[in-house]
C-alpha cells in the first residue's frame, strides 16, 4: 500500500467534510470547497488568519501540472481569497516545478511532517487530567483553546464559531482534557474508513507538559480501533537540525513514525 497517497486521500476528505458545517457558518468565513485532479481546493475567504485556504491531494490518481495549478489558483482568484497554502510532498511536483512555481508566485515555506502507525494497540498516557470526548455544550470553550493555543487571528470570532460547529460532521469527533471543569486541551479524530486522522491537537499554555496530548493521542487511537480503523495519521512541524518539536515526540511515543515531508508552497493574489 502507498501510505503516501493513503495520508494525502484521508486528508483530502476531511478538507472536504468542511462543506458538511451550518450554512450561516460557511458564509461568514466565506468556504467554498470543491474537488479538483484527484485533490481539493478549500477557500476561505473571510479567514482573518489565513490558514483555512488550502489545496492538496494533487499527483496521485493524476500527475500535477501546471494546468492544475492554473485551475486551482483561478479558484482562488473567483472566491476572492487573499493568499491559500498548496500542501505539496516533494514527490508528487513534475520536473518542471521552479518554473511553474515562479510563474504562479508559489514561494516554499514552512514544512509539516507527515505521521503513521499501524493498528498496534496502544498503552494509556498517564495524566492527571480527565480526557474524554467533547459534548455540544463543551465546543466554545473547545474552539477557545485551538485559538488561544495557536494565537489565530480572530478578532470577530468567525473561526470560533466555525471550529465550535466541529460536531456538524459526522466522521469526527472532538475530545478534550480536563483540570477540573476547565477544558484545557484539544484534539479530534476524523474516521475515513480503515483510516483515522488525529488533528486539532492544541493544550493551552500554562498546561503544557502536564501530559494532555499524550492520554489525547492515546485515546483517540483506542477508539479509532474499536472504529475498525486500521492506520492513524497525524501532521506536525518539522523541527529544525538539533532542535525537537514536542508534539512530534509525542507521537512517536504512541508509535507514530514520520513516512514523508510535506512543504507549504504559498500563493498570495
Known sequence: MDMVALAEAAERE???KLDEIGAPVRDR??????????GVVVSASNDPSGFWSKAQGFGFSEPL???????????????GTPSANFHLPDQVLPPDWPDIA???GLTRGDVLVKTLRDDRPVAPAPTTLRVGPVGDAGLAAWAAVQIEAFEFDDPDGR???MLASVNDIEAITAYGAWDGDLLVATGALFVD???????SGATRPRYRGRGAQSALVARRVRD??????????SETGKPAPGQHNP???????????????????TWKA
Not at 193 to 199: M, P, Q, R, S
Open 14 to 16: 476531511l478538507m472536504l
Open 29 to 38: 468565513m466565506g468556504i467554498a470547497v470543491r474537488r479538483l485532479s484527484g
Open 65 to 79: 501540472t501546471e494546468k492544475v495549478i492554473a485551475e486551482a489558483i483561478g479558484f482562488y482568484r473567483s472566491e
Open 102 to 104: 515562479a510563474a504562479y
Open 159 to 161: 473561526m470560533a464559531e
Open 193 to 199: 474508513g480503515e483510516a483515522g486522522e488525529l488533528v
Open 224 to 233: 479509532g480501533l474499536a472504529a475498525g480503523c486500521r492506520w492513524f495519521l
Open 247 to 265: 508534539s512530534l515526540d509525542n507521537l512517536r511515543r504512541a508509535g507514530f513514525e514520520v513516512i514523508y515531508d510535506r512543504p507549504i508552497w
